[in-house]
């Protein structure tokens, strides 16, 4: 069973930084495609980055230029390095993975398979 385990969540000040992890374990994890998703409270789930079997990012536009996704494919983790926080940022931080022979992903839920516990990332203004 794939499972994924975040890390990395807290609190910090607008306009400061955090590093969120997500480690794999039983997942193709060199060639499948992963995403990081956010959560506030009373909204629905939205894609914050994914990165895709070739190792391509997409990001929200919220994040763009803010945010960058990268995988560590000898640790089998997945980063999200987050700059520049905004209190609208404050929410649960999700990893996913998809199905392991999808080559691409769209930043939707629907096109991940395997989620993690979350992660609280909270910004305060």
């Known amino acids: 069973q794939v499972q994924l385990v975040e890390s990395g969540g807290g609190s910090v000040q607008a306009g400061g930084s955090l590093r969120l992890s997500c480690a794999a374990s039983?997942?193709?994890?060199?060639?499948?495609?992963m995403g990081w998703f956010r959560q506030a409270p009373g909204k629905e789930r939205e894609g914050v980055a994914a990165?895709?079997?070739?190792?391509?990012?997409t990001y929200s536009d919220s994040v763009k230029g803010r945010f960058t996704i990268s995988k560590d494919n000898a640790k089998a983790t997945l980063y999200l390095q987050m700059n520049s926080l905004k209190p609208e940022g404050t929410a649960m931080h999700y990893c996913?993975?998809?199905?392991?022979?999808?080559?691409?992903?769209?930043?939707?839920?629907?096109?991940?398979?395997?989620w993690g516990q979350g992660t609280q990332v909270t910004v305060s203004s």
């Open positions: 039983r997942y193709s994890y060199s060639s499948g495609c």
């Open positions: 990165i895709d079997s070739d190792g391509i990012p």
């Open positions: 996913a993975a998809a199905l392991e022979w999808m080559t691409w992903v769209r930043l939707a839920s629907s096109d991940f398979t395997y």
